[in-house]
């Protein structure tokens, strides 16, 4: 509910902790870096030719995935709806409170191209839209 929503967005304090470089190989440190600096230019390069986008989105998938229970979403009372688009066949795909992936189709909606990966849902990939 909106506890941990609230809770979810509290956390976050800077970038990284919603996405990151999408290299896991960095010299100066083992922890998340932001994506933007000029040392991760050709990470970004090769990460949107094989992941269709610059940054990871890890960090703040696992955290939200974490965070919201998607039983507690179903039992609610409230009404969600989401939409994304399929790159694989251009068309919207709608997820509701009651859908069994909806936390997959609330990644997928915030899945913003160029800037993240797609969200890969049930072997297709969702991009917001």
């Not at 600096?37 to 986008?53: C, M, Q, T």
């Not at 960090?59 to 965070?67: D, I, K, L, Q, S």
């Not at 066949?89 to 009651?98: H, V």
């Amino acid at each position: 509910g909106l506890p941990a929503a609230l809770k979810y967005w509290n956390a976050i304090v800077q970038q990284e902790d919603v996405f990151e470089s999408p290299s896991p190989w960095h010299f100066e440190s083992y922890d998340h870096i932001s994506c933007f600096r000029v040392s991760e230019a050709p990470n970004l390069f090769g990460a949107f030719s094989a992941r269709g986008g610059l940054c990871n989105p890890a960090p703040g998938a696992t955290t939200y995935e974490f965070e919201v229970d998607p039983a507690r979403v179903r039992s609610s009372g409230m009404r969600l709806w989401v939409v994304a688009t399929s790159l694989n066949t251009s068309q919207p795909r709608w997820w509701n409170e009651s859908s069994d992936d909806v936390l997959d189709g609330v990644l997928a909606s915030g899945a913003l191209a160029p800037l993240l990966f797609p969200k890969v849902v049930a072997r297709e990939w969702f991009i917001d839209g």
